[in-house]
């Protein structure tokens, strides 16, 4: 694989990596991380399957950790992306009240249980 994303690292960067490791206090996340971007360092020179053999990780979690350090800077890599696949919710707390409370009853003249079919039509009415 060739390398994509070179990971330089200064002595601060390099020092507070290895406090973050000596310490072990992190996330198992940021500890590997920091693991993956000292070994990623050029002047360590490891390539990717070297540094994912090592950690028992895959050459694409260790492609995406120096991507972000070379895109986003030391802290990016170290810490997880937030959630922003925020849900929207499909239906109102009344109408989900009104669902369980039809489900809950007897089903329409000629089956013997509710289907989703007949539940969304009924729905729809």
Known sequence: ???????????????KLKEIISKNKA???TIVNAYILLRSD???GWIYEEVAKA?????KKVEF????????GLEAALSRKPVTNAH??????EEEAHLIALC????PEGY??????????TMVE
């Open 112 to 121: 013997e249980a509710w289907t989703l079919r007949i539940l969304a039509d």
């Open 42 to 44: 050029i002047a360590c």
């Open 27 to 29: 996330s198992r996340y």
């Open 88 to 93: 929207r919710r499909k239906m109102t707390g």
């Open 55 to 59: 950690y028992d990780v895959s050459t």
């Open 65 to 72: 950790a120096r991507k972000r350090f070379v895109e986003e």
């Open 1 to 15: 694989m060739a390398v994509r994303y070179v990971v330089d690292l200064t002595d601060e960067e390099r020092h």
């Open 104 to 107: 809950c009853s007897q089903a």
